[in-house]
């Protein structure tokens, strides 16, 4: 059992930056590989960016790429999002995950096993 709280949402402007921080309590942060995930309103949830176990593999989905990373700070039992450039696009509830610890940073959704409340990004034009 892992719990999972984000932080670093907030109101911000078109081009502005805001990294968000995922903090992990439970069982032990690097057995798991952690993901980004978000909801826009009338939208499904829609994967953003993940990191293996070590954080030497990340994914990111095509929209975000080149505007957000992932890292993680296993000694603080953290993952962070970075987001730069944001769009108005971007606006959602952002959600982390946990899931099963693998060589690579790629889990199918379905296979997170624990979620986070979210936390709220609204990006004004």
């Known amino acids: 059992q892992v719990q999972l709280v984000e932080s670093g949402g907030g109101l911000v402007q078109a081009e502005d930056s805001l990294r968000l921080s995922c903090a992990a309590a439970?069982?032990?942060?690097?057995?798991?590989?952690m993901g980004w995930f978000r909801q826009a309103p009338g939208k499904e949830r829609e994967f953003v960016a993940a990191?293996?176990?070590?954080?030497?593999?990340?994914g990111h989905a095509d929209s975000v790429k080149g505007r957000f990373t992932i890292s993680r700070d296993n000694a603080k039992n953290t993952v962070y999002l970075q987001m730069n450039s944001l769009k108005p696009e971007d606006t959602a509830v952002y959600y982390c995950?946990?899931?099963?610890?693998?060589?690579?940073?790629?889990?199918?959704?379905?296979?997170?096993?624990?979620w986070g409340q979210g936390t709220q990004v609204t990006v004004s034009s």
């Open positions: 990191i293996n176990w070590s954080g030497g593999s990340t």
């Open positions: 995950a946990a899931g099963p610890r693998g060589s690579s940073w790629y889990v199918p959704p379905r296979d997170y096993d624990y």
């Open positions: 439970g069982h032990t942060f690097s057995s798991y590989t």
